[in-house]
């Protein structure tokens, strides 16, 4: 039984999944080989989205993500399993944050409300999970302080205007850190709600 049956099986958000795989050009039978036994214990959509993901950009390509991230027909249950996979894969150190936010840097992207709302929320998670790391020096710290304050005059601003332009120092920040930050003893608090 491949993994998109069980999925229309177990949860009346098919449409859902059915627009994440289109929107991917995903085939049925990626999936057929997935652990059912996890699958499973899925009791919520963002969290069979979540795992998905990961298994996705565990074994194939990690641009995936973002294809997602910038599409018109992301949902609820896609951008909070977007969270959780990416606050996951955090967690095991198998993706920059940084990384695919800098991959989000695209002409017309915040067109869409709804997808510049998960940009936002990347965003704000990003800097929320470092901002746990007790092991930086100064000059790391400084460099947080300023990317915190830039997030949040750039939030403000954004319920005025979307305008790509108010992204420029916060995304400078985000993409020049002063150093190789260590993430081995960083402490995640941030719950994906």
Known sequence: MSLVRIWRERSSHDEVFYNFLQLNRIRYKLFDSFEMQVWNQFLTPDVAVATTLKYLMRNYDISFLCDALISGQTQLDLRKGIQRALLDLWQEQKMDLRTAISKLKLD????????????????EMH???VK???NWNKEEKAWLEKTWTAFKRMRKDSEKNNDLLQWKPLMELLENPPSDLQRSNTILKLETN
């Open 108 to 123: 017309g992207f915040t067109k869409n409300n709804e997808a510049f709302e998960v940009r936002v929320q990347m965003l």
């Open 127 to 129: 800097v929320l999970l």
């Open 132 to 134: 746990w790391n007790e």
